[in-house]
């Protein structure tokens, strides 16, 4: 047996571990307070902040290199959410163009997202396997080329536009599944949630501005396909620096794992499956991913019809401008507030991830309700509800991205992202356009069909539709409260796999007989290649 520079043994997965190896790792005890970088090799103390660390997979990136590379990721992140509901800003003369009803709106988003989530299995797989830089890269070139060419499709040709939507979800696949994992191998404890809160502040962010910048340049040029001519070219930008800023960090750095290597992709997907909170966590994110879903695409219409109906003026920049403001503020807010809260909690619970995710989804419900209800009669009362029940929902973003990070051991976090992504999608905001458009078309068939157009009959079919949004608040609120009782246990599953040594050869805890007849346990340890340059995989 070799021994590297730093005394630790180097092995090879190519031959069973003999009895004397086995007692040796299981008696070799890790303290979970301890430091969590070996031998403190790439880590740098942050300044101000006793026992959190930035790690860096190798001398080439800095501390500073490392906090820029997470500004490109909430640059690139930022730009993702723009493109996405850039749509719903000019959603409504997208609807004069091609002529088309509140169903076939909807479907502009559902052909999207399930692009998107049926392509993040591919990237979750490829990206705890390869580069993730080149891959990143790649699919943002494609999103940005088909975001432009979506901007020329002829009125006639609907089809068309909706399969060009179809295929940008592919490109936008390939980031999102990705990027969490670099921040997650960069830094650790609580400046990773710091950095992951910085990280999702883009989601609120840019969708606001999606639809201002949306709204607002189709109303300068006169035409919204300007709308999303102007993304394109700031994807062009972030390819460049993802190229130049971006260095891939070695996976599981900043927990001391990357001694693990990759296990079979049905092996990792049966893991995740027996992770209780990733399971639970994962259909608690479905929910808010439903009601975001709904309310992205159609608040807007929504609203601009409902103020038509009592006889105001209504013009849908201005209504694109009001809502996008209010997103970017609740999302400020409400990100921070949650990571913040669920910072602190930590110390004295170590469920709080969970328990503050069910409280924003919980405290969501009643102000939607009455939002949706009082839009009726009186609407900046209406906007004001809307507010505070989006900083609710938006407690929960930087939080569950967390969660799955600390549950899962580092080899499995891009293929964990996209399950996550896979399920709460397909069960959550791939559905939830296209369910409210069918609902309020379905509603709209009690009135007459000269009347079916008119704004009151829009704003109270589209209204009716939407109650079952709060409905939903309630469900996923249920979902993280269960995932309460399952967090620490899996939590210190996974730090025991990815720092105790014991787990190099896939021991727990429980075992206490070792014989040779363990010579045909599988090792999760992979010898180090110092020629090893992220291109090929682990195996």
Same mark, same amino acid.
Request: with cysteine.
């Given at each position: 047996?070799?021994?590297?520079?730093?005394? !630790?043994?180097?092995?090879?997965?190519?031959?069973?571990?003999?009895?004397? !190896?086995?007692?040796?790792?299981?008696?070799?005890?890790?303290?979970?307070?301890?430091?969590?970088?070996?031998?403190?090799?790439?880590?740098?103390?942050?300044?101000?902040?006793?026992?959190?660390?930035?790690?860096?997979?190798?001398?080439?990136?800095?501390?500073?290199? +490392?906090?820029?590379?997470?500004?490109?990721?909430?640059?690139?992140?930022?730009?993702?959410?723009?493109?996405?509901?850039?749509?719903?800003?000019?959603?409504?003369?997208?609807?004069?163009?091609?002529?088309?009803?509140?169903?076939?709106?909807?479907?502009?988003?559902?052909?999207?997202?399930?692009?998107?989530?049926?392509?993040?299995?591919?990237?979750?797989?490829?990206?705890?396997?390869?580069?993730?830089?080149?891959?990143?890269?790649?699919?943002?070139?494609?999103?940005? /080329?088909?975001?432009? %060419?979506?901007?020329?499709?002829?009125?006639?040709?609907?089809?068309?536009?909706?399969?060009?939507?179809?295929?940008?979800?592919?490109?936008?696949?390939?980031?999102?599944?990705?990027?969490?994992? #670099?921040?997650?191998?960069?830094?650790?404890?609580?400046?990773?949630?710091?950095?992951?809160?910085?990280?999702?502040? +883009?989601?609120?962010?840019?969708? &606001?501005?999606?639809?201002?910048?949306?709204?607002?340049?189709?109303?300068?040029?006169?035409?919204?396909?300007?709308?999303?001519?102007?993304?394109?070219?700031?994807?062009?930008?972030?390819?460049?620096?993802?190229?130049?800023?971006?260095? !891939?960090?070695?996976?599981?750095?900043?927990?001391?794992?990357?001694? /693990?290597?990759? %296990?079979?992709?049905?092996?990792?997907?049966?893991?995740?499956?027996?992770?209780?909170?990733?399971?639970?966590?994962?259909? &608690?994110?479905?929910?808010?991913?439903?009601?975001?879903?709904?309310?992205?695409?159609?608040?807007?219409?929504?609203?601009?019809?409902?103020?038509?109906?009592?006889?105001?003026?209504?013009?849908?920049?201005?209504?694109?401008?009001?809502?996008?403001?209010i997103t970017v503020a609740a999302g400020f807010i409400g990100v921070a507030l949650g990571a913040e809260a669920s910072r602190r909690y930590k110390r004295i619970n170590p469920r709080a991830d969970p328990l503050v995710c069910a409280f924003g989804l919980l405290m969501c419900t009643p102000f939607l309700f009455f939002g949706l209800w009082l839009s009726e009669h009186h609407i900046p009362a209406s906007w004001a509800l809307i507010f505070f029940g989006e900083t609710f929902l938006c407690l929960n973003w930087s939080i569950?991205?967390?969660?799955?990070?600390?549950?899962?051991?580092?080899?499995?976090?891009?293929?964990?992202?996209?399950?996550? #992504?896979?399920?709460?999608?397909? /069960?959550?905001?791939?559905?939830?356009?296209?369910?409210?458009?069918?609902?309020?078309d379905a509603l709209g068939h009690g009135y007459p069909v000269d009347r079916r157009k008119s704004p009151s009959v829009q704003s109270d079919t589209l209204r009716n539709a939407f109650y079952v949004t709060p409905f939903i608040c309630v469900i996923g609120g249920a979902f993280f409260l269960a995932t309460a009782l399952f967090i620490q246990k899996d939590r210190e599953k996974a730090e025991r796999v990815t720092k105790d040594s014991s787990s190099y050869w896939g021991l727990r805890d429980s075992d206490e007989d070792i014989?040779?007849?363990?010579?045909?346990?599988?090792?999760?340890?992979?010898?180090?290649? !110092?020629?090893?340059?992220? /291109?090929?995989?682990?195996?």
């Amino acid at each position: 047996m070799e021994s590297n520079e730093n005394g !630790e043994n180097g092995l090879a997965s190519t031959r069973s571990p003999s009895t004397v !190896e086995l007692m040796a790792v299981k008696n070799e005890k890790k303290s979970y307070t301890s430091p969590i970088v070996r031998n403190n090799e790439g880590a740098e103390t942050h300044v101000g902040t006793p026992g959190v660390v930035v790690v860096t997979a190798d001398d080439s990136i800095s501390k500073s290199r +490392a906090y820029f590379m997470v500004f490109v990721l909430l640059f690139i992140n930022l730009l993702n959410y723009m493109d996405r509901f850039t749509i719903a800003g000019v959603l409504v003369d997208i609807q004069h163009y091609y002529s088309i009803g509140n169903s076939e709106a909807g479907l502009i988003q559902t052909v999207f997202i399930i692009s998107y989530m049926i392509f993040s299995p591919i990237f979750g797989y490829l990206g705890d396997r390869y580069n993730r830089k080149f891959i990143m890269g790649g699919g943002i070139t494609l999103w940005s /080329l088909l975001t432009l %060419s979506g901007s020329f499709i002829g009125k006639d040709y609907f089809w068309a536009f909706i399969l060009i939507r179809a295929a940008v979800g592919i490109g936008e696949a390939s980031y999102s599944t990705i990027a969490p994992t #670099i921040i997650a191998d960069l830094f650790a404890k609580d400046l990773r949630t710091r950095m992951l809160m910085i990280f999702y502040f +883009a989601i609120p962010v840019g969708s &606001g501005l999606g639809y201002v910048v949306g709204a607002n340049l189709a109303k300068a040029f006169g035409a919204w396909q300007w709308a999303l001519r102007f993304t394109p070219a700031l994807g062009i930008i972030c390819v460049l620096l993802i190229f130049i800023v971006l260095r !891939e960090p070695q996976r599981g750095h900043a927990e001391g794992g990357t001694h /693990l290597h990759n %296990s079979s992709y049905l092996q990792d997907l049966k893991e995740l499956a027996r992770t209780k909170s990733f399971v639970l966590s994962t259909f &608690g994110f479905t929910c808010v991913a439903f009601v975001t879903g709904a309310l992205a695409l159609w608040a807007p219409s929504y609203m601009y019809n409902a103020i038509k109906a009592q006889g105001q003026d209504a013009d849908e920049g201005d209504i694109a401008f009001i809502f996008g403001g209010i997103t970017v503020a609740a999302g400020f807010i409400g990100v921070a507030l949650g990571a913040e809260a669920s910072r602190r909690y930590k110390r004295i619970n170590p469920r709080a991830d969970p328990l503050v995710c069910a409280f924003g989804l919980l405290m969501c419900t009643p102000f939607l309700f009455f939002g949706l209800w009082l839009s009726e009669h009186h609407i900046p009362a209406s906007w004001a509800l809307i507010f505070f029940g989006e900083t609710f929902l938006c407690l929960n973003w930087s939080i569950i991205a967390d969660i799955l990070l600390y549950v899962v051991i580092p080899t499995r976090r891009s293929t964990a992202e996209a399950v996550q #992504i896979l399920v709460s999608h397909a /069960l959550g905001d791939a559905g939830s356009p296209y369910l409210i458009g069918v609902i309020s078309d379905a509603l709209g068939h009690g009135y007459p069909v000269d009347r079916r157009k008119s704004p009151s009959v829009q704003s109270d079919t589209l209204r009716n539709a939407f109650y079952v949004t709060p409905f939903i608040c309630v469900i996923g609120g249920a979902f993280f409260l269960a995932t309460a009782l399952f967090i620490q246990k899996d939590r210190e599953k996974a730090e025991r796999v990815t720092k105790d040594s014991s787990s190099y050869w896939g021991l727990r805890d429980s075992d206490e007989d070792i014989s040779e007849d363990d010579s045909d346990v599988e090792p999760i340890l992979r010898s180090d290649d !110092e020629d090893f340059d992220g /291109l090929q995989p682990f195996a």
